[in-house]
């Protein structure tokens, strides 16, 4: 089980796994998860779709951006702003400007782009480090995703806020633990799309 005292070790292992998956295959499992995500109801519902630039060897979601853009939807990608602050989102396209932040992640130039709340996105394709098969998650480990989110946590439903922003892990199958151990802090999961299947809690 994956538990606080042993997340470091966690991550470097899951990272290095990711890294390693070939060109070929990496873009055949690529696909198998986006067409998993596109099939999804949370997928079809939704108007306003937050995805992310892959980078360290993450699995890439690209297709399903690029596949919301053609089916009229919103999408937007995440901006890092303070170590400690939430995430912005900002409306993306397919030729967005892009430069690096200071972790090496691609992210759009701030400029016309329109920027919004997370609260008004509906379905947040999240990045990874791992997951288990309740759909309980690893992020890189700044806590970004949580802290954005964290208002899914305050709501006296939240099964009824569920209904209204879903959030999608992508992932390959070889990020999938046997147990992890949930923090009081961690936004759990709607589902993780991989290539073998779609996990839900």
Known sequence: MATPANLKKFRKAMRSNRKSVAAPLRKQW???????????????????VAGFLAFDGEANPRCVMDQAIEDGKQVFVPIMQGKTDPLIFIEWFPDTQLQKNRFGIEEPVVG????????????????????????NRIGV???????????????????????????????????????IHAQPWDVGLTGVATESRVYRP
């Open 30 to 48: 690529n696909d198998q998860i986006s067409n998993r995500i596109l099939e999804t109801p949370e997928y079809r519902e939704s108007e306003r």
């Open 141 to 179: 480990g700044g806590g970004f995703y949580d802290r954005t989110f964290e208002f899914l946590k305050q709501r006296n439903d939240p099964a009824e806020h569920a209904r209204e922003i879903a959030m999608l892990g992508f992932a390959f199958e070889l990020q999938k633990l046997d147990a």
């Open 112 to 135: 016309k782009n329109l920027i919004v709340p997370a609260t008004s996105l509906e379905l947040v394709i999240t990045p990874l480090v791992a997951f288990d098969a309740v759909c």
